[in-house]
């Protein structure tokens, strides 16, 4: 099967999708009607909507989408080795923004596990840049996430590091500068990152104590990356404090109960923002490590 062909009419794709949930008895029309009027104001994917309220696990989706499209199914991709010359045909930065990975090679056709198989301008960017035609496998995001960070980065241990560091993710700049230069004048580590993949890619190459991050980005904003953040062993129990310029209390609500450690609210005051990094570095991992008596 070619990875290139005619995407169906998104409203179409949306409802056919739900169907088979509804038939495959994943959820109830009720459920359905009330997903995809969120879907239609917040224009997020109908299944990540339905993930984000624990209606249907990622899993399922995939087992559905694969069912819908008459693609097959990929798992476990962590555990098989691959050669290096695949993995060369997609960087780690693609594969975390796209959700895709490289699988196979065989008579100049690429498998590629990925979670949107409707995702056509990656399919024919991917088919151009490396002269294959495409076979697409069906996945979760949390199987290629694990995947790249198995196959792709080299994970460390926050435990490790001398000193408390700080991953800051936003892609506004000046917002980025500002918050680094508190930290640092504080003493603590700062790696940046101007958006959620680039966020989650340092996560998982080099796990920080705390993340600092907007929730409103381009490419993966800062809810996709806290959901990818939760998948891993490495990096689920990093503290994540939210930065958001929409300051009602029901967005502080709702992002507390998604599992972020904190909330602060831009435009983002230096005094406050120091002191809420060095509270959920203390809550989380203890004194200061340059004062701890050995």
């Keep these: ?50 993930e984000e309220s624990g209606i249907i696990a990622e899993r399922d989706i995939a087992m559905v989408v694969a069912r819908q499209f008459g693609l097959k199914s990929v798992s476990k991709i962590a555990q098989h080795p691959f050669p290096a010359a695949t993995l060369t045909l997609i960087d780690s930065e693609t594969a975390l923004k796209k959700l895709v990975f490289p699988l ?55 435990g490790d590091k001398e000193w408390w560091t700080v991953l800051v993710v936003d892609d506004q700049e000046m917002v980025r500068a500002a918050i680094a230069a508190a930290l ?36 993966m904003d800062g809810l996709e990356m806290f959901r990818a953040l939760q998948t891993q062993i490495t990096t689920r129990d990093i503290p994540v404090i939210a930065l958001s310029s929409r300051a009602a209390a029901e967005e502080e609500a709702h992002l507390l109960e998604m599992g972020y450690f904190d909330f602060i609210a ?8 120091v002191a809420r990094t060095k509270r959920a570095l203390r809550a989380v991992y203890g004194p200061d490590p340059r004062r701890a008596t050995p």
């Design 104 to 158: 196979k090679v065989e008579e100049k056709v690429l498998s590629l596990a990925m979670v949107n198989p409707l995702d056509i301008p990656t399919l024919d960017d991917i088919s151009f840049r490396t002269g294959l035609r495409i076979m697409p496998y069906v996945t979760t995001p949390s199987e290629i996430i694990e995947a790249v960070n198995h196959h792709y980065l080299k994970s460390g241990q926050a």
């Design 184 to 219: 640092k004048k504080e003493g603590f580590i700062v790696i940046q990152a101007s958006n959620g993949a680039e966020g989650l890619k340092e996560a998982l190459q080099n796990p920080p104590h705390l993340i600092i991050s907007d929730t409103v980005m381009p490419r």
């Design 266 to 273: 831009k435009p983002i005051n230096p005094i406050r923002l």
């Design 1 to 50: 099967m070619s990875g290139r062909g005619e995407p169906k009419g998104d409203m179409s794709k949306r409802k056919r999708f739900g169907e088979i949930l509804v038939e495959a008895g994943a959820l109830d029309q009720e459920a359905l009607d009330k997903a995809l009027s969120q879907q239609k104001s917040t224009g997020k994917r109908l299944g990540q909507i339905l």
